[in-house]
């Protein structure tokens, strides 16, 4: 995987708003361990979830690369208020027991099912104390150190 010369996101790639996509394309990782370390983040505190919103509104993707800064800041807000019209019609056809149609929207229902179910999980095992002295809340430094030492071990055999 070769970097991208600008941070931007990946309306290509994107799970959700294409933030970890993008941040993946200009550090030369796998978008699958940025995801990781956000939702590992987002479970350890709320600053992920605000991050990636941010991230979201101030970083270009392919088709705004060239606007003004306030143009695209405008732009990806429309982007943001459109997708979650999208999240919000495909968790209503799913309470109105609909079949999600096409594979965007099937890959929306599942990752948002998915995380759900991992993340209600893993509070219920922290708050029957399963994991014994290890909390969530640690979770976000081993993330931070696994990822690091992946980027690193790729930087060397390079």
């Not at 933030?19 to 361990?33: R, T």
Request: charged share 20%; with cysteine; proline share 4%.
């Amino acid at each position: 995987m070769t970097a991208t010369s600008s941070l931007r996101r990946s309306k290509s790639r994107r799970w959700i708003g294409g933030v970890c996509a993008g941040l993946a394309e200009y550090f030369a990782v796998q978008a699958i361990w940025l995801r990781l370390v956000f939702a590992l983040w987002s479970l350890s505190n709320g600053l992920a979830a605000g991050t990636y919103v941010l991230l979201w509104i101030l970083l270009p993707d392919e088709a705004s690369l060239r606007m003004s800064r306030p143009k695209v800041v405008r732009y990806n807000l429309r982007d943001i208020l459109s997708e979650g019209r999208r999240w919000s019609q495909d968790l209503r056809a799913l309470s109105e027991r609909e079949r999600p149609v096409g594979p965007e929207r099937a890959r929306r229902v599942m990752a948002l099912g998915g995380l759900l179910a991992v993340t209600g999980l893993l509070f219920l095992a922290d708050s029957l104390s399963l994991f014994g002295p290890f909390h969530l809340h640690h979770l976000w430094p081993l993330a931070m150190i696994l990822i690091g030492a992946v980027m690193l071990n790729r930087a060397f055999s390079i």
